[in-house]
């Protein structure tokens, strides 16, 4: 059983986090306080700088626990984690709860947040975060620890999503799941998925043909995406749980780019004449109308939580470029303003940003457009070619794929930038990113 600290949510655009923390811990091995605010700059291309200390109660599977933090923690774009050898005297405390210990150490080696770990017993663990500049205690958990590598990467898992909520507001990076499509072979991929962390890989599909653009379902127990043969294009839809694939085959032979909408509907271009077009599927896969009616080719649809909003790319104004549909009043403008090769939307579920990619040069950019300011945003500098972002369901999170190390991979940043970090996938190359609900 767990008792956890409350933590507040955080305004999403700000650059400077405003942390606040009720000091009212459930366990009886932790005293009350007073609540506080502490400030930690923590966005974009500013770093928060973590260390733990060395653990209390020091049982076999300790520094176990600690590897799997660090792991966790150093996957996200603005966290860096210190090592022990880098705090002068070392990473001891006197007490896990923060008493006695001398914050100005781990300030020295420029800490912002101290993490402290208490075993009870073999099973049971005390884990503590506190702010290094004036040693306020920001929140803790009391955790149930199970038999194995799994019930430590678990509870690993639970208390850095505590931390992310404490630190962005929300915490499911590290419960939440990416759909990707893996090379097998000329002309054979298939859709993976895999917790951001590189934990639970699993392959969904194994269908001949190419297996490409997935995408989730709200609920999480559907992912849709195009099948490609040698003789047919095709709308796959696997059903998680009882892991079988379905196939459709429209008319016209064009399947591209598939999504859910928020009602459990699939948007996806279909060829309707000359060029394809955005439908709406029903919940049998029956065509049942045109979400924009155009005669040019629109492509890629993405849509916000509440389906109000939709981007997409159309190349109606002679280019391909990035275009949002608003259904609340029918109109269509252009927002990729530069460039003259724009792709791959992917709105964010609260309906503020547009990331997409531009090719520039030899390669492609990821960008965000603020539908808030109206301001653009490069996200990605290379090297290689960044394509196909896709945003986490918090809205803050981006995933996309790279080639900056000679092979196609799959990459984090966030909403505002910062340094992108690889996401474990095993071998092979990596592409279409799809980021979906939390797992269930």
Known sequence: ??????????????????????????????????????????????????????????????????????????????????????????????????EGADFKRFAMANAHMLITSNWLDSSQVELRCFEVTEGRFMFGSRYSVGGGEE????????????????????????????????????????????????????????MRGEAISPAWSPDGRRVVFTHIDKRSHGLGIYDVVSKSVQRIKFAGNTVIGPTFLPDGRVAVSLTDGRNPSIFRLGHGMQKESKLDDS??????????????????????????????????????????????????????????LVAFARREGGGHRIFVQDLVTGQERQLTFGPGSDEEPCFAPDSYFIAFMSTRNGQKEIYITTRNGGQARRLPTGSGDASFPAWGPAAR
């Open 1 to 98: 059983m767990k008792r956890t600290m409350s933590t507040p949510r955080k305004q999403p655009l700000r650059m400077v986090l405003t942390l606040m923390a009720c000091l009212v811990f459930c366990s009886a091995n932790i005293a009350a306080a007073a609540p506080y605010t502490v400030e930690v700059v923590g966005a974009g291309s500013n770093m928060v700088n973590v260390v733990q200390a060395t653990p209390m109660g020091e049982t076999s599977r300790a520094y176990s626990l600690q590897q799997a933090i660090d792991a966790n923690l150093s996957l996200i774009p603005f966290i860096a984690v210190i090592g022990p050898s880098g705090i002068p005297g070392g990473a001891e405390v006197p007490s896990a709860s923060g």
């Open 151 to 206: 019930g430590l990467y678990d509870v690993a898992d639970e208390f850095c999503a505590e931390f992310l909520k404490a630190v962005i507001g929300r915490g499911d990076f590290f419960s939440s799941m990416l759909a990707f499509v893996k090379s097998d072979g000329v002309n054979k991929m298939d859709i993976w998925c895999v917790q951001p962390n590189g934990r639970r890989l699993s392959r969904l599909t194994n």
């Open 295 to 352: 005669s040019a080719i629109d492509v890629s649809p993405s849509l916000d939580a509440s389906g109000l909003l939709m981007a997409f790319t159309s190349n109606r104004l002679g280019n391909p470029h990035v275009f949002l549909k608003d259904f609340r009043n029918g109109m269509v403008r252009r927002i990729s303003q530069s460039g003259t090769y724009n792709t791959d939307p992917s709105i964010s579920p609260d309906g503020t």
